[in-house]
């Protein structure tokens, strides 16, 4: 299960920290990913880190603004969105990676506004 918050209204240029909590399955064992889904389109994979938080991978249009992490001990992982535009706007999720399809959450609602 997870648990997404940390979303909201932002201006642009500014910054979220997005947290998901995951529960029931052992989470330092499994690689995990944030994805997102604008309004209409697809779901798209943004970041993913390794179980030990040693290695992470971005989508290649991510780079450079978004930064995942995790915290083993608290069962949680990050996703640090600075310098956020109008495009970024979409809820964001967490899965394990690769994603239970039956696992999604509600997801945090990010929306880029001014």
């Known amino acids: 299960q997870f648990v997404e918050s940390g979303g909201g209204l932002v201006q642009p240029g500014g910054s979220l920290r997005l947290s998901c909590a995951a529960s029931?399955?052992?989470?330092?064992?499994?690689?995990m990913s944030w994805y997102r889904q604008a309004r209409g389109k697809a779901r798209e994979l943004v970041a993913t880190?390794?179980?030990?938080?040693?290695?992470?991978v971005y989508a290649d249009s991510m780079k450079g603004r978004f930064t995942i992490s995790r915290d083993n001990a608290k069962n949680t992982v990050y996703l640090q969105i600075d310098t956020l535009n109008s495009e970024d706007t979409a809820v964001y999720y967490c899965?394990?990676?690769?994603?239970?399809?039956?696992?999604w959450g509600q997801g945090t609602q990010v929306t880029v506004s001014s």
């Open positions: 880190i390794t179980s030990a938080g040693g290695s992470t």
């Open positions: 029931g399955f052992t989470f330092s064992r499994y690689a």
């Open positions: 899965n394990i990676e690769p994603p239970v399809p039956s696992s």
